[in-house]
């Protein structure tokens, strides 16, 4: 497995959960990294990206000022720390990886991990 999500879980709205999306891609200080995620019949939407310095980084809409994305190169670890979560927040989120830089493109990234789910109740 390239990369793999955890830290999702059910957490009431308001709270805060860190997801982490361990890689084993090498080297792991080149890849970019993103996390999409998908709700129950709902397309999939990108949250964050996080470009192979870490110094470029992207949030989608809905989540900036709520989520930040970063990067651990020494852990060959991405994160992914929610706060103020919000019902609407539910879905799986899987981590994405990129040797070609930071987008918030789905396809632009060639490897993909299985996803954690989050559920934030109301």
């Known amino acids: 497995v390239q990369l793999q999500a955890s830290g999702g879980g059910l957490v009431q709205a308001g709270g805060s959960l860190r997801l982490s999306c361990a890689s084993s891609?090498?080297?792991?200080?080149?890849?970019?990294f993103a996390w999409f995620r998908q709700a129950p019949g709902k397309e999939r939407t990108f949250v964050a990206a996080i470009s192979w310095r870490g110094v470029d980084v992207y949030y989608g809409d809905s989540v900036k000022g709520r989520f930040t994305i970063s990067r651990d190169n020494a852990k060959n670890t991405v994160y992914l720390q929610m706060n103020s979560l919000k019902p609407e927040d539910t879905a799986v989120y899987r981590c994405?990886?990129?040797?070609?830089?930071?987008?918030?493109?789905?396809?632009?990234?060639?490897?993909w991990g299985q996803g954690t789910l989050v559920t934030v109740s109301s």
């Open positions: 994405a990886a990129s040797d070609r830089g930071a987008t918030h493109s789905a396809d632009w990234y060639e490897h």
């Open positions: 891609l090498r080297p792991f200080s080149e890849y970019s």
